[in-house]
Structures are given as structure tokens and as C-alpha cells.
């Protein structure tokens, strides 16, 4: 375990629906990245957020947000979900920028 | 656009044997080389990580990198029925956030 927590496990949504996932960062780290990882793919960087600013970003659009709050913890925010969200949402957590991540258990989306 | 490329597999090697997992990266300025152990419908877990050219050991895991080859790899001896999981390999980006850059993975089988 990395004490990296996600919450929830999963999750089924509609198109067009907007989902929020959260994320505690293991004790001591203060930067979260979030991964987007479909089926039979290797994650993808979505962004990173250090000392509550986004830091870094992947190729996501826009409808794909996040925040970080004063204990290091996370949220992602994706509005206007499509089909081709589905995927298995990682968080990872490390000591500051350019760290080794740990990742959390995940968070499954479904959207039908 | 960074690329990490892995032999997809699937591999199969029998209990007790050498597996040897491959991984090329495109970024020849790259520094830092991960390699995580992901569990089908589970998250990705640092198993080893390399900064110099060389190899690193650490129990039945040893990393191998290359850098003018543009190229690392994973040897796990004496395979065993547990280490049946995919393999990713990644590398760091070298601005901005830092993150990672996966390659698909890696399918290892160990037959007993």
C-alpha cells in the first residue's frame, strides 16, 4: 500500500454528465499528478498540481479540471463526459516535482 | 511528443527461468527510468527506478540502462508464478511537471 487513497473505486455515469474523483496524497507529499490509463494502454498524463497550482498539463481539453487543497489532497472535475472517458483514473502522489509517483488504487469510470 | 516503446508481449517464460523486459525511449536527454508492476484490474507499483547508465540490483530485479542506446530493460530472476503481471516502463519528462511518459506495457506469464 502506498497511502496514496482514491475515492470511489468506481464509478458509472452517463454521457454528458459531469463526475468529480478525489485524492489523498501519502503523508509528506505535496504534489499530485493525475493519470488517465485506458484498457490495455499505459497511463497518460492528465496534470499535476503543486502547492495548489496546476503545475503541468497533458493533452486533456479543458472540461478535464482539477484542484488541490492545503493538505495536498485533489480533486479531478471532467464535465461533459463522452464515451471515450471510460477509463481507469490514477492518482499519484510524490515529494515535490520530478519524484518518484506512487499511485493510488484508482478510480474505474464508466460512462455509457 | 515523447514516445516509450515496449515489446507488448505477451511474454512467457516457465518458473525459475530469466524474464527480460524492453523498453526504448525517444527523448535522448531523458535522465530518469522507471519501471511499475501492475496487477490486471489493479494500479501500477514502482518496482525500480535508474538514473545512471549501468545496471541496479535489488533482490531478483535488476534494471539495465543505456543511454546512448536510448534504451532500458528489466531482468527478474528466478521468475515466479506471482511476478505474472504487466509490465510498465516509463521516463520523466524534463520540463514543467516532470511527469511520466508510459510505454503500453509489457504482458509476463510465468508458468509453474
Known amino acids: 500500500e502506498t497511502g496514496v487513497t482514491q475515492s470511489p473505486t468506481h464509478l458509472i455515469k452517463t454521457r454528458g454528465q459531469q463526475v468529480t474523483l478525489r485524492c489523498s496524497s501519502q503523508s509528506g507529499h505535496n504534489t499530485v499528478s493525475w493519470y488517465q490509463q485506458a484498457l490495455g494502454q499505459g497511463p497518460q498524463f492528465i496534470f499535476q498540481y503543486y502547492r495548489e497550482e496546476e503545475n503541468g498539463r497533458g493533452n486533456f481539453p479543458p472540461r478535464f479540471s482539477g484542484l488541490q487543497f492545503p493538505n495536498y489532497s485533489s480533486e479531478l472535475n471532467v464535465n461533459a463526459l463522452e464515451l471515450d472517458d471510460s477509463a481507469l483514473y490514477l492518482c499519484?502522489?510524490?515529494?515535490?516535482?520530478?519524484?518518484?509517483?506512487?499511485f493510488g488504487s484508482g478510480t474505474q469510470l464508466s460512462v455509457l | 511528443q515523447k514516445e516509450v516503446e515496449q515489446n507488448s508481449g505477451p511474454l512467457s517464460v516457465p518458473e525459475g527461468a530469466i524474464a527480460s523486459l524492453n523498453c526504448t525511449y525517444s527523448d535522448r536527454g531523458s535522465q530518469s527510468f522507471f519501471w511499475y508492476r501492475q496487477y490486471s484490474g489493479k494500479s501500477p507499483e514502482l518496482i525500480m527506478f535508474?538514473?545512471?547508465?549501468g545496471d541496479k540490483e535489488d533482490g531478483r530485479f535488476t534494471a539495465q540502462l543505456n543511454k546512448a542506446s536510448q534504451y532500458v530493460s528489466l531482468l527478474i530472476r528466478d521468475s515466479q508464478p506471482s511476478d505474472s503481471a504487466t509490465y510498465l516502463c516509463a521516463v520523466m519528462g524534463l520540463t514543467g511537471a516532470n511527469n511520466l511518459f508510459f510505454g503500453t506495457g509489457t504482458r509476463l506469464t510465468v508458468i509453474p
Open positions: 535508474i538514473y545512471s547508465n
Open positions: 499519484a502522489s510524490s515529494f515535490s516535482t520530478g519524484e518518484k509517483l506512487f
